[in-house]
């Protein structure tokens, strides 16, 4: 089981942290991911990292604003998310896909969590 929160209301150019808490088989390795989703819109790839932590793969919007990060110890999962625009707005949704292999697609993940919402106003 995956559970997002963090998420909330902020200014542009404010910041978020997101995290992701896991349970269930957490000691398995597996590829943690970042996906959002506007209303009417296809849920979007944000960012993800590999079971080690080294590893990580962001979209062109998330790229040097975004920062992901995971703490295997406690099972938890971040986004750090910087200089917030209005069209970060969006349901996020944490994720995961068990083995080894990063991939970007949702279609790809195995386990998701509720999703937490970020309201970013202009």
């Known amino acids: 089981q995956l559970q997002a929160s963090g998420g909330g209301s902020a200014q542009a150019g404010a910041s978020l942290r997101l995290s992701c808490a896991a349970s269930g088989r957490t000691n398995d390795p597996h590829i943690l991911g970042w996906f959002r989703r506007v209303p009417g819109k296809e849920r979007e790839f944000v960012a993800n990292?590999?079971?080690?932590?080294?590893?990580?793969t962001y979209s062109d919007s998330a790229k040097g604003r975004f920062s992901i990060s995971r703490d295997n110890a406690r099972h938890t999962m971040y986004l750090e998310m910087t200089n917030l625009q209005a069209e970060d707005t969006a349901t996020y949704y944490c994720?995961?896909?068990?083995?080894?292999?990063?991939?970007?697609?949702?279609?790809?993940?195995?386990?998701w969590g509720r999703g937490t919402q970020v309201t970013v106003s202009s």
């Open positions: 990292i590999g079971w080690s932590g080294e590893t990580k």
């Open positions: 994720a995961a896909r068990m083995g080894m292999i990063l991939r970007t697609t949702s279609i790809d993940y195995n386990y």
